[in-house]
């Protein structure tokens, strides 16, 4: 749980002492460092992260990559979501580089650098979430952006006294905050126990194309190809120097940015930062002791009235407070698979005949079987289709590959295309990708019909990855072809990112790294998650082919081990099920609502109101 000041901070570093202010409530709380090991004071700014009522730990999550990857801009964004405070660590290289540059001094020259240094106080200030840099107590925000600034940073940057003069201050900031704190070092060397640490990083045409952007808009003369030339210099400077070299730290998740906009990359660090979070607070939990299923519900009462958390379903709790029943919001039809089965419904109310569907319409038996009593047929496979002499041919969610397009009209059939708008648009990435020479892969599952439809779409054959074994095979073959990596929509998104790093040793500044879970699925599989982290038992409910449902299942099942896959009410044992504590149901995207319904109710009467 986040708690929300607005209080500005200002930290000062001069020599050994550190100094903080909390300047919104107009009071100082000092910190004072006299010797390099002495631990300072801690100080209560309310941003700590909430454990429990009255309960409190600092948090910290280091982002770490190279210059242009979208660190500042991301973490700012995110730190804001979160409630967090953002440390921009390179501002504080540029603000020494500065005072190095203006008063002429050769860094080389070590004497000449430590007297320098021992001349710079300096100082940073919070004003309304926008972290400000002083000099010597002046202002200098600004000044350090320049390319001079940049270039001479990464010079300073690389000399141990100057790494550190700002170790302690950095160190001081997350030991008090909630802090994202993004540079080259924070998971390497900063903040090496942070709970969650992220290299973002993104190919450095890219990266050179938003300073590209970046400097046009403030109206400087540059080239695109000097702007790529200086940035790979810069990289080359970062990632050899002796003392701390820019690294992805060996626990940092890797986050490429080139395909991502800011909102999406922040949504993804927003998300890693919920989860993370979850897990040291069940930690801490634990270690303390939060047992009780009164203090759980209340605890999950709390967590579902944050803006942010993803617990938007709804709650039962009974009367004694003793148990409750979590039904989650994103439980059931997804839109991609209502705007399916509502199409051959059209089709059925319109009158058509005969309908067709390619493949069961969604993978869920009772719905399958309603239409076949309304006269929609099945069909297969490419064989089937060819019998297929007229009438209308609806192409489900999942989708097909071009050439079942190319069949149904050759063959003068009517063709109505509910594939998701989702899907539609990996099949338009991987057809203009693979025309381009990109080796397509698939994070997926290779006998998926999504997955089958996508392979369809690329112009040479595409590879299937599902398991780290797949993805470490894949590294090992040493594949020289630049990559284009898309996941199957509904594919665990834990498990994407993890096959991602895997990949990612290959060559990752050449590869194009697409998620394309849908957002129906990472809000299901997030909430899911959630849930099941504090529950004491869980009911996924969905069809017995359904994989996305199948994935909830194994989401749920690393949370609680006592996870319940059914396909119907009838398949619940509920004396299974605790009579204490939280319950919590989720279902699959090809789950329909009546059947959802009547597993919550039928919980809701027996764990609630049956209690003795
Ligand atoms: N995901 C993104 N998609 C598109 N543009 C982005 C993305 N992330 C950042 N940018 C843009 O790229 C530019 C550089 O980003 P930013 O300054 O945040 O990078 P940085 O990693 O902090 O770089 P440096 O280490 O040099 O300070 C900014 O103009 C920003 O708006
Ligand atoms: N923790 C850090 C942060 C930054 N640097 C270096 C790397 C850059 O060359 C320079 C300026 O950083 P930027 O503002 O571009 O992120 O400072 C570092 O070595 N360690
Ligand atoms: S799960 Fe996502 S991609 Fe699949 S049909 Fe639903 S919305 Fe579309």
Redesign the pocket.
């Known amino acids: 749980m986040l708690t929300r000041t607005p209080a500005d901070i200002t930290c000062r570093l001069r020599g050994q002492r550190v100094e903080q202010q909390d300047l919104g409530q107009q009071r100082m709380q000092r910190v004072k460092v006299k010797k390099q090991n002495e631990r300072s004071v801690p100080v209560q700014t309310g941003r700590q992260y909430r454990l429990s009522e009255g309960e409190v730990m600092s948090f910290s999550i280091a982002i770490d990559g190279p210059?242009g990857a979208g660190?500042s801009t991301v973490a700012r964004c995110a730190a804001q979501k979160l409630g967090f405070v953002y440390v921009d660590?390179?501002?504080m290289?540029?603000t020494i580089a500065l005072y190095m540059l203006e008063h002429k001094v050769d860094v080389e020259n070590q004497n000449a650098l430590e007297k320098a240094l021992s001349q710079i106080e300096i100082g940073v200030r919070y004003q309304d979430g926008m972290q400000q840099m002083l000099l010597n107590g002046v202002d200098v925000s600004g000044r350090i952006r320049t390319q001079e600034v940049?270039d001479q940073?990464?010079v300073t940057?690389a000399k141990p006294a100057v790494r550190e003069k700002l170790l302690n201050l950095q160190r001081e900031l997350a030991r008090h905050e909630n802090v994202i704190m993004d540079?080259?070092?924070?998971g390497t060397r900063i903040l090496p126990d942070a709970p969650l640490k992220i290299f973002l990083t993104a190919s450095s045409r890219e990266r050179a194309r938003r300073r590209y952007a970046e400097l046009q808009q403030k109206g400087e003369v540059c080239s695109l190809e000097e702007i790529q030339r200086e940035i790979e210099e810069?990289d080359d400077r970062?990632s050899h120097r002796a003392e701390?070299p820019l690294r992805q730290a060996d626990d940092a998740i890797l986050l490429d940015t080139s395909d991502l906009s800011v909102e999406e990359a922040v949504d993804r660090i927003v998300n890693l930062a919920e989860t993370a979070m979850r897990d040291a607070k069940r930690k801490e939990g634990a270690r303390r002791g939060i047992h009780s299923p009164e203090a759980r519900i209340q605890e999950l009462k709390n967590l579902m009235l944050r803006e942010d958390s993803p617990l938007k379903g709804q709650l039962w709790v009974s009367d004694d407070g003793k148990a409750a029943v979590y039904l989650a919001a994103s439980a059931g039809f997804c839109f991609g698979v209502h705007r399916a089965v509502d199409t051959v419904y059209d089709q059925i109310k319109e009158g058509q005949t005969p309908i067709c569907t390619y493949g069961p319409i969604i993978h869920n038996e009772m719905v399958v079987a309603d239409l076949k009593q309304h006269g929609v047929m099945e069909i297969d496979d490419e064989v089937q289709l060819s019998g297929i002499t007229e009438g209308t041919v609806v192409i489900r969610s999942h989708g097909v590959p071009q050439r079942v397009y190319e069949q149904i009209k050759g063959q003068g059939l009517k063709l109505i295309d509910a594939t998701c708008p989702y899907v539609k648009k990996i099949h338009q990435i991987v057809k203009e990708k693979s025309a381009e020479g990109f080796q397509i892969v698939i994070i997926g599952n290779a006998h998926h019909p999504e997955v089958e439809g996508i392979m369809g779409w690329c112009s040479s054959p595409a590879i299937v990855i599902g398991t780290e074994e797949e993805a470490q095979k894949l590294v090992e073959s040493g594949i020289q072809k630049p990559l284009c990596v898309v996941s199957q929509t509904t594919f665990n998104l834990k498990k994407f990112h993890k096959l991602v790093e895997i990949i990612t040793q290959l060559r990752y500044h050449e590869s194009a790294i697409l998620n394309t879970i849908c957002n129906a699925t990472e809000e299901r599989q997030t909430e899911a998650d959630a849930i099941a982290h504090i529950a004491d038992a869980m009911i996924v409910i969905g069809g017995r082919n359904s994989s996305n449902t199948q994935k909830l299942v194994d989401i749920c099942r690393k949370e609680c081990e006592s996870t319940f896959f059914v396909q119907t009410f009838d398949d619940l044992n509920l004396r299974l099920v605790p009579s204490r504590g939280i319950v919590g149901i989720s279902a699959g995207a090809s789950t329909p609502n009546n059947i959802i319904e009547e597993v919550s109710k039928q919980c809701r009467k027996t764990i609630l109101l049956n209690r003795c």
């Open positions: 210059a660190k660590t390179g501002a290289y540029r940049s940073a990464s940057a540079g080259r070092d924070i810069r970062d701390a």
